[in-house]
């Protein structure tokens, strides 16, 4: 063989030698979490999905816990995986995780990407002030006040459109920095959904309250990969379960816990019926 072949050789066992190793490395990445399950979760959202020392907790973790229980999966066999709102059709589209629970309202516009099994809990749209704040009793009194929501969250602008045309509305990238704001006097109240006010309440330490009027309903579904009726027909059947033995209803109250917190009992607890 001349000198060129052997370098050929030598350069073509190097790149294969160089893939083989990139392949072992590709395959022991994915068998960590090989039997597992993958839930997708919010990471920052006190009382539904929030990252704390290492742990998880939440609502949306108790939830998450109980169908992975009636799945067949352990505490340990849960990969908890963070889900921002804009990543959550792509991270069930591309197998990233196998369910999502993460204060996912089913909409039309969602279904067409993905599938969902539930609902597990209808929130609705409410309002949080400070706890010696009793001037504002719905989104009818925030003319003239300050209203605070997450940047991309049409909930501010729904107040503005229907309820009080005077209000000031200001942006935080979080709900944490809303709450903060809300503490130091920045704005007079923050909006979302209640079950994420109530979780904000319960960490406030008494310092804030939800005013306890919801405004619209949100369907919280379990986001799955599209078409998946048999997943979804499994995770019904956790959550009926799950209602009618009473542990949900014990997740719900363990967090927002001292917010006095009660979801509308015309829509709770839903009938998990979607995506069979």
Known sequence: MGQPLKRL?????????????????????SDKEAGKIRVGIKFDQPGLGFKKAGTYVGFDVDVATYIADKLGYSPDDIVWKEAPSKQREAMLQNGDVDMILASYSITDERKRAVSFAGPYIVAGQDLLVRKEDHHIRGPEDLNGKRLCSVTGSTSAVTVKKRFAKEVQLMEQPGYAECATALFSGIVDAVTTDDIILAGLASASRGRLRLVGKPFTQEYYGVGIKKGNTKLAHKINAALADMEANGSWQRALENNTRGTHYKPDPRYNPPKPKEGE
């Open 9 to 29: 050789a030598r350069n073509l066992t190097a790149i294969l030698c160089a893939l083989g190793c990139l392949i072992s490395l590709a395959a022991c990445g």
